[in-house]
């Protein structure tokens, strides 16, 4: 089980693609996290996931203009991002 946090301190994250319903929190304890496409507003998803936007250049806040949470990866180069690291599904 991967649970909320990484070793190295970051939010452990499974990125979903939106098509079902899939609340907040994966089986995993990670969060669910949808990587908004231009489309999306808000903090949250329809199907309960974080909406997010990648930002791995920085320095930013940690909301994106559309309210979606600004993360950055590993290298966690995104300055004021929430660092994350992915342990199911992928960012585009």
Do not use: E
């Amino acid at each position: 089980m991967a649970g909320l946090y990484a070793t190295n301190g970051s939010i452990n994250v499974s990125v979903v693609n939106g098509a079902s319903k899939t609340g907040l929190y994966a089986a995993n304890g990670s969060w669910n996290v949808f990587q908004t496409t231009g489309t999306q507003r808000g903090a949250y998803h329809p199907c309960g996931a974080f909406n997010v936007t990648v930002d791995n250049t920085g320095p930013n806040s940690i909301r994106a203009a559309d309210g979606s949470m600004n993360v950055t990866v590993s290298p966690f180069n995104g300055k004021g991002a929430q660092r994350v690291t992915v342990v199911a599904g992928a960012f585009v």
